[in-house]
């Protein structure tokens, strides 16, 4: 309870001292264009401003890629890889078998649609409405 009290009475001393008001003098308050104390009254003020929006765009984008036909077994090849120099573990060579291939030459071209995403942001004028205290004096230079 007495931290309650005291922040609030720290946050209005900020307020009114930021008006060069004294505490006693704190139901009139003062104007927000000129900062005198006076006679006020409670004005809507539009207030410019920017924002920042962001919009996800997707789209499809064609990529076309070529797909072979069959190919067909050429030969069985094989090599050994460990021989008597020693860099087998076990001490006797082994072999290494592999079959060469011919690829067609009937391949094909198609086309595949894949999903794309993109992000734009844009800055757009925006205005907000502000309610302040204003002077008479200060009222009629406002912008309508």
């Known amino acids: 309870m007495l ?3 005291i922040l609030a009475i720290v ?3 900020g307020i009114l001292g930021s008006c060069g008001v004294d505490l006693v003098l704190a139901a009139d308050g003062c104007c927000a264009q000129c900062g005198r104390h006076c006679d006020v009254a409670k004005v809507c003020r539009r207030v410019e401003s920017t924002k920042q929006i962001t919009v996800t765009c997707w789209g499809l984008q064609n990529e076309e890629f070529c797909l072979p036909g069959p190919s067909t ?3 069985e090849c094989s090599e ?5 120099d ?3 573990l076990h001490g006797r060579p082994r072999s290494l078998f ?8 009937r391949a094909k071209i ?3 649609r894949k999903l794309m995403k993109r992000t734009v942001t844009r800055t757009v004028p925006t205005c907000k409405w502000v309610v302040e ?3 008479a004096g200060c009222r009629g230079a406002l912008p309508k």
């Open 133 to 135: 205290d204003v002077c």
């Open 73 to 75: 077994p050429d030969c």
């Open 3 to 5: 931290r309650t009290s």
């Open 80 to 84: 050994q890889v460990c021989d008597a």
């Open 110 to 112: 198609f086309t595949r």
């Open 86 to 88: 020693g860099c087998c």
């Open 11 to 13: 946050i209005v001393g």
């Open 98 to 105: 592999w079959i060469n291939w011919l690829p067609s030459d």
